[in-house]
């Protein structure tokens, strides 16, 4: 586990709302991923510098650049589709709202976990622990498979040009980017 998770920016450019939104998606799997290795590494070899790292990685994701994706998903991609007339893909929408609802109240555990190895140094993670940072993660498997599938797809086909311009214009005044 001697690599820390580099936080890049995504490929996607703020002109492609939407593949912005995918690249953001590869970063949650991606640090996922490092919650799960730091893990294993907890259980190996204990807690070190690169365990606590690790930690803060993960932390920094979820607790910055998570919530702004799921708020632009909320403030853009969402609600042209539920002003649609597809019952279906209002059904899908509502379990991903719901989705975000149940990330937040799950991330309250994972954090303190993953605060308690970044802080404290916690070296052994109890079941609960590991059951908590599980969970956290599997909430996220099938979210973004239906919203890379199926309702980006729908919100872009539905969402005009001067639509897509206005969500990118939001999305970098919410993280402080200027336009150039």
């Not at 509502?94 to 303190?112: F, I, P, S, T, Y």
Request: proline content about 5%; glycine content about 4%.
């Amino acid at each position: 586990m001697a690599e820390a998770l580099p936080h890049p920016a995504p490929q996607a450019g703020f002109d492609a709302p939407f593949e912005l939104l995918q690249a953001c998606h590869e970063r949650v799997q991606r640090t996922l991923a490092l919650m799960a290795r730091l893990q294993q590494h907890l259980q190996d070899v204990g807690c070190d510098d690169n365990a606590r790292q690790a930690a803060r990685d993960v932390l920094r994701y979820f607790e910055v650049a998570a919530p702004l994706h799921h708020q632009d998903e909320e403030l853009h991609v969402f609600p042209p589709l539920l002003l649609g007339t597809d019952a279906g893909l209002h059904t899908v929408v509502r379990q991903l709202m719901q989705d975000h609802r149940d990330m937040e109240a799950a991330w309250v555990q994972a954090r303190e976990v993953l605060q308690s190895v970044a802080d404290r140094g916690l070296a052994v993670l109890s079941a609960a622990q590991t059951l908590a940072l599980d969970r956290f993660a599997a909430l996220y498997d099938q979210h973004i498979a239906h919203e890379e599938g199926l309702v980006y797809p729908a919100a872009q086909a539905v969402l005009p040009a001067t639509a897509q311009h206005a969500m990118a214009q939001d999305m970098m005044q919410r993280r402080g980017v200027r336009a150039v």
